[in-house]
């Protein structure tokens, strides 16, 4: 089946400083990679999606980018504030496994003012 | 504030107890979902409702048993639960069953088993 792998498992970064989540994936038929976002105590948000026929989506601060040849895709959040600490999962589905979302172990990301 | 609805926000029930956790939506979604999330890890499938009816079942224990009784419900119904199975458990929504469609996660229910 398909295997999600997530790095790094933690990130610390000042405000107003940048920050990049990676993941990638086994299963090359996958084409569908979302990015949760899940604050303390709620449930996990859909921040961003790209499908594999994109190589690259961005929405104001957040960009995602997809490499189907090395197969991995990653978030890049600009400008980080306070409010963007939480933990992040990556997903993909789509593949041989079907379309139930295979999601990495989660990044916890800390902006400190 | 999420528009995939769950009550309780917090349940404790013991061993014994018969307890049913609720979802709600009214995105005219077709597609519900229920997940299990121990702390620090990733959202764990259990099951999926497509067009009220059940369509994946990852193995779950009967001790937990879903119903969809029309198309913006879910329930799930806990009987004889261990304290293993405390954890948060989290109703999802998509517009349909597969086809790549977006998941809309609730708030969960936080469960302690007592």
């Known amino acids: 089946g398909e295997n999600v792998e997530q790095h790094p498992s933690t990130l610390s970064v000042q405000e107003g400083d940048s920050a990049v989540i990676k993941c990638t994936y086994s299963?090359?038929?996958?084409?569908?990679f979302p990015w949760y976002k899940q604050e303390l105590g709620k449930g996990p948000q859909l921040i961003i999606d790209?499908?594999?026929?994109?190589g690259e989506k961005k929405d104001q601060r957040i960009a995602v980018t997809l490499n189907k040849t090395a197969k991995h895709f990653s978030l890049h959040i600009t400008e980080t504030q306070p409010e963007d600490s939480a933990v992040y999962f990556c997903?993909?589905?789509?593949?041989?496994?079907?379309?139930?979302?295979?999601f990495g172990k989660g990044t916890s990301l800390l902006v400190t003012p | 504030d999420t528009e995939v609805t769950q009550t309780p926000k917090h349940l404790v029930m013991g061993m014994t107890n018969k307890k049913s956790l609720k979802c709600e939506q009214h995105?005219?979604?077709?597609?519900m979902y229920w997940y299990k999330q121990k702390a620090k890890k990733p959202p764990e499938l259990m099951f999926v409702?497509?067009?009220?009816?059940?369509?994946i079942n990852e193995s779950v224990p009967s001790r937990f048993s879903p119903e969809c009784p029309n198309s913006s419900l879910l329930n799930l119904h806990l009987h004889a639960l261990q304290p293993e199975d405390s954890a948060l458990y989290l109703c999802?929504?998509?517009?349909?069953?597969?086809?790549?469609?977006?998941?809309?996660f609730g708030n969960g229910t936080r469960l302690t088993v007592t």
């Open positions: 997903a993909a589905s789509g593949g041989n496994s079907g379309y139930a979302l295979n």
């Open positions: 790209i499908r594999s026929n994109v």
């Open positions: 299963d090359s038929a996958s084409n569908y």
């Open positions: 999802a929504s998509s517009q349909v069953e597969g086809q790549n469609s977006p998941l809309h």
């Open positions: 995105m005219g979604h077709r597609a």
């Open positions: 409702y497509s067009y009220e009816k059940l369509s």
